[in-house]
């Protein structure tokens, strides 16, 4: 039997401790030991069609496929699913709304690189792009640190408005928004842009030493959010750097290899600093990975067996 799990299944079973702390584990995986295959095929008209094949973690008794449709116009813009199958016997274990999926891992992930980014103490966040990847970097990132301001832009000025209340209240911290990206950062020590932009948001001279940026948008070629002149002086972390060169933050710059410092991984494993310095700007930059939807699927089902969560379905009854 499969078990179906919906967006509401998954938001009811999801907590952002144990999630954090599986990415954490498969971050920290020596190199290798985590399995990553993507590919991205446009589609006639606006949307294109993304497959990350397999998703694999040392430990985990699974395998992910997932498959995705993107289209910036609808809402929702991701529309997909996630199967996890068994890694001894193929057996299709649990099929996933990939939006939530994708959402909550890519979200829990940054948060955890943030975190590890920012200048300790550096709570007041700045963010770009009020939408579900903004709110669940905020959720991680509330588990992980003290947040004392938050600051909101968005070209729908209702939404960010929503999402700052929303995100103060619950918080317990000032909260307020912002005509646009560059007001947004003026006094922030952290800084989140999740958005569709195709032109850069901020420059270097919009943001003030000692800041931390993590940019979600910049995951395929097209998408930028951050100009040339700014990640050229910053210290830049990705999620994988052959990525970040051929579609990621680092493509989209027109920057090469050596413009990266490392990847999160080489970073929570001690083999590259961090933060060098408390005036430098850094940042973050995921593309994101397949083992990563595994490690929250694994996640997922597992809690679902044990709430007794989900529909079982039989398809091969």
Same mark, same amino acid.
């Given at each position: 039997?499969?078990?179906?799990?919906?967006?509401?299944? /998954?938001?009811?079973?999801?907590?952002?401790?144990?999630?954090?702390?599986?990415?954490?584990?498969?971050?920290?995986?020596?190199?290798?030991?985590?399995?990553?295959?993507?590919?991205?095929?446009?589609?006639?008209?606006?949307?294109?069609?993304?497959?990350?094949?397999?998703?694999?973690?040392?430990?985990?008794?699974?395998?992910?496929?997932?498959?995705?449709?993107?289209?910036?116009?609808?809402?929702?813009?991701?529309?997909?699913?996630?199967?996890?199958?068994?890694?001894?016997?193929?057996?299709?274990?649990?099929?996933?709304?990939?939006?939530?999926?994708?959402?909550?891992?890519?979200?829990?992930?940054?948060?955890?690189?943030?975190?590890?980014?920012?200048? !300790?103490?550096?709570?007041?966040?700045?963010?770009?792009?009020?939408?579900?990847?903004?709110?669940?970097?905020?959720?991680?990132?509330?588990?992980?640190?003290?947040?004392?301001?938050?600051?909101?832009?968005?070209?729908?000025?209702?939404?960010?408005?929503?999402?700052?209340?929303?995100?103060?209240?619950?918080?317990?911290?000032?909260?307020?928004?912002?005509?646009?990206? #560059?007001?947004?950062?003026?006094?922030?020590?952290?800084?989140?842009?999740?958005?569709?932009?195709?032109?850069?948001? /901020?420059?270097?001279?919009?943001?003030?030493?000692?800041?931390?940026?993590?940019?979600?948008?910049?995951?395929?070629?097209?998408?930028?959010?951050?100009?040339?002149?700014?990640?050229?002086?910053?210290?830049?972390?990705?999620?994988?750097?052959?990525?970040?060169?051929?579609?990621?933050?680092?493509?989209?710059?027109?920057?090469?290899?050596?413009?990266?410092?490392?990847?999160?991984?080489?970073?929570?494993?001690?083999?590259?600093?961090? #933060?060098? !310095?408390?005036?430098?700007?850094?940042?973050?930059?995921?593309?994101?990975?397949?083992?990563?939807?595994?490690?929250?699927?694994?996640?997922?089902?597992?809690?679902?067996?044990?709430?007794?969560?989900?529909?079982?379905?039989?398809?091969?009854?």
């Amino acid at each position: 039997m499969t078990l179906l799990l919906n967006r509401t299944d /998954l938001e009811r079973l999801l907590e952002p401790s144990p999630i954090i702390a599986a990415l954490r584990t498969g971050f920290t995986a020596e190199p290798g030991e985590t399995g990553a295959r993507r590919v991205v095929t446009a589609l006639p008209g606006p949307g294109s069609a993304t497959a990350l094949i397999p998703g694999l973690v040392t430990g985990v008794p699974a395998y992910t496929v997932k498959v995705n449709a993107k289209f910036p116009d609808s809402r929702p813009a991701l529309r997909g699913v996630v199967c996890l199958h068994d890694l001894d016997s193929g057996e299709l274990l649990a099929l996933l709304d990939s939006a939530t999926v994708t959402a909550w891992r890519t979200g829990l992930a940054a948060a955890l690189g943030t975190d590890a980014l920012a200048r !300790r103490g550096g709570g007041n966040v700045a963010v770009i792009g009020a939408g579900a990847q903004s709110d669940l970097v905020l959720f991680g990132l509330g588990a992980l640190r003290d947040v004392t301001g938050l600051t909101v832009a968005d070209l729908d000025a209702g939404r960010a408005a929503a999402f700052a209340e929303r995100h103060g209240e619950r918080l317990g911290v000032p909260s307020g928004t912002a005509a646009d990206a #560059r007001a947004a950062v003026e006094g922030a020590d952290i800084v989140i842009t999740a958005t569709w932009a195709r032109r850069p948001l /901020l420059h270097a001279a919009d943001i003030a030493p000692g800041t931390h940026i993590t940019s979600l948008g910049a995951d395929e070629r097209g998408k930028t959010e951050l100009a040339s002149d700014l990640l050229e002086h910053a210290r830049v972390v990705v999620d994988d750097v052959p990525l970040a060169v051929d579609m990621g933050v680092l493509a989209t710059a027109g920057l090469s290899v050596r413009h990266a410092a490392g990847t999160l991984g080489d970073l929570l494993r001690g083999e590259v600093p961090g #933060r060098v !310095r408390d005036e430098e700007v850094t940042v973050y930059a995921p593309v994101g990975l397949p083992w990563q939807d595994l490690a929250l699927s694994w996640t997922a089902y597992r809690a679902a067996r044990e709430a007794g969560a989900g529909t079982s379905f039989d398809f091969l009854g």
